[in-house]
């Protein structure tokens, strides 16, 4: 079935780096705009990232814009999110999410979200 | 950044009402809104893309009106498991944009 499992997260102190990644299986992984998404404790959604279905085009909010990015092996059906310099504002849960289409703007939704992996950034 | 808007924040309902949700656009988002639903402890799930379309598997009792910069998802009979919080999003631009979710009790 469509599925995406993410992995990765863990206990990391501030200022220090982590990779996530998800593993995508059930669908055409190349073909898809994929989203990295989070949710602070207790908060709402933030989306984070996105990028094109052959990794040629990177998306970022201003948030992250620097410290954060997308990537993926299209090989492997794998999808990253390389984190740096991280801060405590960064704890949460990390999402990965398939687009329902090809386009990141002018697009058409999330349609195939993971569990999420738990990120805490505490000293 | 488009910045959106719902209210109520939350709301709490009986079962069998009819339930409206409304989500607001700080500019012209066209049609391209998204609604999730995020049930206690779970990840989100779409309900309805592009304002109006159900997502394959949702409950008929769902739907979306609205375009442009203002957009409501209705419940047409709040069931038990509707118990959620829900989330629009807009996908017009970078960055996509969520709004701060209405939460559902029954």
């Known amino acids: 079935q469509v599925q995406l499992v993410e992995s990765g997260g863990g206990v990391v102190q501030p200022g220090r780096s982590l990779r996530l990644s998800c593993a995508a299986s059930?669908?055409?992984?190349?073909?898809?705009?994929m989203h990295w998404v989070r949710q602070a404790p207790g908060k709402g959604l933030e989306w984070l990232a996105a990028i094109s279905y052959d990794g040629r085009n990177k998306y970022d909010a201003d948030s992250v814009k620097g410290r954060f990015t997308i990537s993926r092996d299209n090989s492997n059906n794998t999808l990253y999110l390389q984190m740096n310099s991280l801060r405590a504002e960064d704890t949460a849960v990390y999402y990965c999410a398939k687009d329902r289409g090809i386009t990141v703007v002018r697009g058409a939704g999330m349609d195939v979200w993971g569990q999420g992996t738990t990120v805490t950034v505490s000293s | 950044d488009i910045q959106m808007t719902q209210s109520p924040s939350a709301l709490s309902a009986s079962v069998g009402d009819r339930v409206t949700i409304t989500c607001r656009a700080g500019q012209s988002i066209n049609k391209y809104l998204n609604w999730y639903q995020q049930r206690p402890g779970k990840g989100p799930k779409l309900l309805l893309y592009?304002?109006?379309t159900l997502e394959s598997g949702v409950p008929s009792r769902f739907s979306g009106t609205g375009s442009e910069t203002d957009f409501t998802l209705t419940i047409s009979s709040l069931q038990p498991e509707d118990v959620a919080t829900y989330y629009c999003?807009?996908?017009?631009?970078?960055?996509?944009?969520f709004g701060q979710g209405t939460r559902v009790e029954i």
């Open positions: 059930g669908f055409t992984f190349r073909s898809y705009v």
């Open positions: 592009v304002a109006s």
């Open positions: 999003q807009q996908s017009h631009s970078i960055p996509q944009t």
